[in-house]
């Protein structure tokens, strides 16, 4: 008798539980259904994310979908949930400046692991971007000296130099009137910039191939989220061996450099030294300055035999995150700059007439004068607007961070969410804090904020100053998306809101911005 009575008193407790359950269930379902797009019980949100991506192009850029989905849901906010599951876990998507602000910078959440996975076959974990804690700051702080504004202008004359090669290139297309990809050019520019300020090599990618940098690239085409929706791009089983490879070519590539920077700042003598003409000069480079701090901090680290193999391990695969990230953002900023100006004819007029004022009218002498005084960048306010403006509609890269159990973030209204315009208006950059132009603090964010902000913002800034004015003035960029279109013959969705050169890969902008340039 008495065991059945305990039976019916567990069977009760366990319904109460149970119906407890549901009701928490459901209210907290509720509470999210006021925050998502409609939400079907057994699909979550693929359905509504299908009929949005119906409407793009099939190659464009997954950050359009966000701003899609608040368009066709108007009411749903600037906070709001996706279930996209199973590709990829439930997201909440914020874009709320003063909510980000909550996890850059008040709350800094980790790197979403997806980023980490996508990085690894590049880095094997060891970079900025895929460290956390103790460790990460650490290594931020050996490699901070190498990208802050002071030093960036004693590189600002190898950037000249480079820039006046892409120059070189621009004329020739000018001289041939042909329609090619500006990303190409862009790309090389960017990649021979960043090696030389990292790692000062001189890698020549805009003229000629470049074995280190043809492996990057392919390591690129290679590397996945895990979270693409055909399996076999995630579990091709080629990718181990081709991720083997480009590795092996790319470290073979930069070992023997950074063991020529340490041998030049210990004043060792290196077998099959190269000349002084190239590589020979100690101290400039991101790796020279990050050497001289972390043997600050591990004197022992250095002997005869060279550095530490820990600091070698981890400085190749820095090298190899700047070189990706460092070449490829810029380069797809730098195109994106080029084609606004195309179509904004004033504001090229306005840049162009701002050069003048700072450089004198003869084109000819603008690098010299750069190179002779780099803090001539800082008097450019409009050029930096007309940056920050093309930044704002074409952000080459976004943030993602992991939910953390126990944290939520506040909207305005009070509403609390666990984490487990479109004109080109220069001026808004050049507003009073009491105009109506002034932009929304913290809304900026191609760089990021907070501690985890992206490391080269003055590297890629100093860089689009330089290559606007060697370029505005001499060129003229037309886009040639008709005739890429005519050729290419393809059909379906070409635009996004209108506009053919939307953003597709990780950012860039479509087709590599095919286009002529003429001699202004």
């Known amino acids: 008798m008495r065991s059945s009575v305990d039976g019916r008193i567990m069977y009760y407790a366990s319904d109460v539980l149970k119906t407890l359950l549901l009701l928490a269930v459901a209210t907290f379902l509720f509470k999210l259904y006021t925050a998502m797009p409609p939400l079907n019980p057994v699909f979550g949100h693929l359905f509504v994310l299908a009929n949005v991506m119906a409407k793009l192009p099939k190659d464009a850029h997954q950050h359009y979908l966000p701003d899609q989905l608040r368009r066709t849901y108007p009411d749903m906010g600037p906070i709001f949930y996706l279930d996209a599951w199973p590709f990829i876990s439930l997201t909440l998507v914020v874009a709320s400046p003063s909510t980000l602000a909550q996890i850059t910078t008040e709350h800094t959440l980790l790197k979403f692991p997806a980023i980490r996975a996508f990085l690894y076959p590049l880095t094997n974990g060891r970079d900025l971007v895929s460290m956390d804690g103790q460790e990460w700051k650490t290594w931020r702080s050996i490699f901070n000296p190498g990208f802050s504004a002071k030093h960036l202008m004693t590189v600002v004359r190898d950037i000249v130099k480079e820039t006046t090669v892409f120059c070189d290139v621009l004329q020739e297309h000018a001289s041939r009137q042909d329609v090619f990809p500006m990303k190409a050019l862009t790309d090389n520019l960017a990649m021979d910039v960043i090696g030389k300020v990292v790692f000062d090599s001189n890698l020549n990618t805009q003229r000629v191939s470049n074995p280190m940098v043809n492996a990057l690239r392919r390591q690129m085409l290679w590397m996945a989220f895990g979270s693409e929706g055909n399996p076999f791009t995630q579990y091709n089983p080629l990718r181990p061996l081709v991720h083997a490879y480009n590795t092996w070519q790319m470290d073979k590539y930069i070992a023997p450099k950074i063991d020529v920077r340490f041998a030049l700042q210990q004043g060792f003598a290196m077998p099959n030294a190269q000349p002084k003409s190239q590589d020979t000069t100690p101290g400039k480079s991101v790796i020279d300055l990050a050497l001289t701090g972390y043997l600050k901090q591990n004197p022992k680290a250095a002997s005869t035999k060279g550095i530490d193999n820990d600091f070698k391990k981890l400085a190749i695969s820095q090298v190899k995150l700047f070189l990706f990230s460092g070449h490829d953002t810029t380069s797809s900023s730098l195109c994106y700059i080029l084609y606004l100006l195309s179509t904004h004819p004033d504001s090229l007029s306005r840049l162009r007439t701002e050069h003048d004022e ?11 004068l750069i190179t002779k005084d780099p803090y001539l960048l800082n008097k450019l306010p409009y050029t930096v607007a007309v940056i920050k403006e093309s930044l ?6 976004s943030t993602t961070r992991s939910g953390e159990l126990g944290f939520s973030i506040t909207d305005s209204k009070g509403r609390q969410y666990p984490t487990e315009g479109c004109l080109y208006i220069p001026d808004r950059w050049l507003a009073a ?10 809304a900026w964010r191609p760089f990021e904020h907070g501690p985890r902000a992206c490391i080269g913002l003055e590297l890629s800034m100093i860089e689009m100053k330089i290559v606007l004015s060697l370029v505005a003035r001499s060129f003229s ?4 998306y008709n005739d890429f279109d005519t050729r290419d013959g393809k059909g379906g969705v070409k635009t996004v809101d209108g506009d053919r050169v939307y953003q597709w890969g990780a950012g860039q902008p479509c087709e590599n911005l095919p286009c002529r340039v003429k001699n202004f």
């Open 477 to 480: 960029v037309e886009a040639a």
């Open 358 to 368: 700072i450089y004198g009218p003869d084109l000819s002498q603008a690098a010299a």
């Open 433 to 442: 804090p009491d105009e109506a132009l002034y932009p929304v603090k913290g």
């Open 392 to 397: 704002r509609l074409f952000p080459a890269a």
